[in-house]
């Protein structure tokens, strides 16, 4: 087998491999908040009741278009067609041309995961928040959302695993991440093997902490949710298994 | 370390020859014909397809290899000359593949193509990993635009500026190498793709690109008044080399004997012409 180990161990912790990680994770952070923020705003829009259609047809095109074009190719469009569009006049340079992508096609992706999460609230808490008294927004936000949270979670936990490798895309629009920099040591070395295995091993090291920290966020976010009541004692447990049976 | 070029008589048997003749050592065409249909009873060759030999390029490269957006072939010097080797060699011509430059060597390496025509510098780094045939001479051009006030004869002049290249270049080689010595550092950028490197500053994200000398020219050509050359091209320092698989003799040597005969008959020049690269001629 043709693996060289001085390699390996030479490049693992190079500095520009770890730069290229430390940018890999900040563009997967930023992103995925700005496009969850996008997201919500286009959830909230796309099931809007308000009598102007507008909402709707905004966040509905927005959803249409960043879920129906390739990532790569909005990637590329942000850097190089937006200056041919403008006549250089704007010019984004890498780093936020991958930010703005990012988040744009991650927003398109959080809209629907955030609505599955606003619908699987049953319908009779929002009437009992408006027969209140509340606002359809006050119970949105106090009622409504802080109950989809817990359905939203796991699929989000998801796109961020996904974010964080769909940032090697940023490669090609000569951002530094991690997939640049292993690019530009193996064009230089010829060692594919050893460095696209470091590059791998990164990548499985980042989205492990991620399902890792996944898994704290779900288990916070399960207390205090109650699936049913639960009969306490031996003739308790009696009559509940008893009563379901009948 | 650079592997040797030069090389004498034993003929390597080439691996897993289907059966006919074994190509025996120095019985080649002798001398050169002439006139232009040169076709010398070539030895067997094993080559991955049959009666052609298939070439790896970086179609990015405009004049010398680039897709036109007609046709969807790949066009340029290298693909004629390719052409008129493989017909020099006897075979029916060549088949094109398009392969990004900073992948091209692994490619070859792999059996994907026959040899790489890519405008590739033969460097002593690339010597480790293929052999070369020269075949054209190589200059360095750096290119800004109209207005810009950036004079620069050499990459000296550069530091402090940002610059695109493409990857796995001797141009990125060699602006590395002098960037450790500029007080004020230049911001490199690198694309895997030299026509996105050239994008690059066309979209105003660089100050300066850079590039083989004919590709320079082209892109200026194309965009007539837009852009200039900020100074006198520089040599490379290395001829572009057609890249071999080591271990294959056999293929250097007709190659070698190919060249010879399309220089000979007047093939070479009339490529070159062709394309507006006649400058970069072989000299001797």
Sequence with gaps: ?246 | MIACGGQQGGATPTTGSTGTSSPSPSAQSPSPSPTTTASSPAPQLKLINDGYLTVGTDASYPPMESVDPKTGQIVGADVDLANALAKAMGLKGAKMVNNSFDTIIAALQRGKFDIIMSSMNDTPERRQQVDFVDYMTASIGIVVPSDSNIKADSYKDLCGYTISVQRGTVELDELQKVNEQCPKKMTLKTFTQDTDAWQALVSGHVDVYTSDLPVTAFHIKENPSKFKLAGEPFSAGQNYGIAIPKNRQDLKDALAKALEQIRASGEYDRILKKWGVEGAALKE
């Excluded at chain 1, 087998?1 to 952070?29: C, K, Q």
């Excluded at chain 1, 340079?93 to 609230?121: K, Q």
């Design chain 1, 1 to 246: 087998m043709n693996f060289d180990p001085a390699i390996f161990w030479e490049y693992l912790f190079h500095p520009s491999i770890v730069r290229g990680a430390e940018l890999t994770i900040f563009l997967s952070v930023v992103s995925q908040l700005l496009g969850i923020l996008l997201g919500l705003v286009a959830a909230l829009g796309r099931i809007s009741h308000s009598r102007i259609p507008v909402f709707r047809w905004i966040s509905g095109f927005y959803i249409w278009l960043f879920r129906g074009t390739p990532l790569l190719v909005q990637i590329i469009f942000v850097y190089f067609a937006i200056p041919q569009l403008t006549n250089q006049r704007v010019v984004i340079p890498e780093v936020p041309s991958a930010i703005i992508a990012l988040s744009l096609n991650e927003g398109a992706y959080m809209a629907e995961i955030i609505r599955a999460g606003i619908l699987s609230v049953e319908g009779g808490q929002m009437e009992a928040a408006l027969s209140l008294g509340m606002t359809r927004w006050l119970a949105m936000r106090r009622i409504i959302l802080p109950q989809a949270i817990r359905i939203i979670i796991p699929p989000t936990g998801n796109e961020f695993i996904s974010m964080l490798k769909n940032t090697s895309l940023v490669a090609v629009i000569s951002a530094h991440e991690l997939l640049f920099a292993t690019q530009e040591i193996y064009s230089a070395t010829f060692r594919y093997f050893e460095l696209l295995t470091i590059a791998s091993l990164w990548y499985l090291a980042m989205t492990t902490v991620a399902s890792y920290l996944q898994g704290k966020l779900e288990r916070r976010f399960e207390r205090g949710f109650v699936r049913e009541p639960q009969a306490v004692g031996f003739f308790g447990r009696m009559m509940a298994g008893a009563l379901r049976r009948g």
